[in-house]
């Protein structure tokens, strides 16, 4: 008998696997550029007091203020005239992606796990 990992975890999760997947579910807000304040406040609170759940939310911190970057200048160039369906398209892209991307974070801590973004900034240490 083997075990399969995908299969869902023994008992409730912790309180700091509950926060670590707050901050990564966060991302879902990102189209309405509001997905940081979540993982932003469960870094906050948490970076004294558990480690492991404040280094997920600033993983998550880092990649939803790179998608608020990428919203924020996709918004700039929405505004012009020619170029602006670039802009809309550009930023429902970014939107998806985050979505899905948070998703899978928030499922893999829930699990237990950790998880990396394939890509962001490192601009919270």
């Known amino acids: 008998m083997t075990h399969d990992p995908r299969s869902a975890p023994h008992g409730r999760p912790s309180q700091g696997s509950t926060l670590a997947m707050v901050a990564h579910l966060g991302g879902v807000l990102t189209y309405l550029f509001a997905g940081w304040v979540a993982s932003l406040v469960v870094w906050l609170v948490q970076r ?3 480690p492991a759940t404040a280094n997920e939310a600033r ?3 880092n990649f939803q203020l790179t998608a608020l970057i990428a919203m924020v200048v996709l918004e700039v ?3 012009f005239p020619v170029i ?10 970014v939107g998806v992606i985050a979505l899905v991307l948070s998703l899978l974070a928030a499922a ?3 699990r237990g796990g950790s998880y990396r973004y394939p890509f ?6």
Do not use: C, P
């Open 120 to 125: 962001s900034l490192e601009l919270v240490r």
């Open 48 to 50: 004294d007091k558990d």
């Open 77 to 79: 160039v929405r505004q």
């Open 108 to 110: 893999a801590v829930y």
């Open 59 to 61: 993983v998550a911190l």
């Open 84 to 93: 602006g369906v670039i802009g809309w398209v550009g930023q429902l892209a």
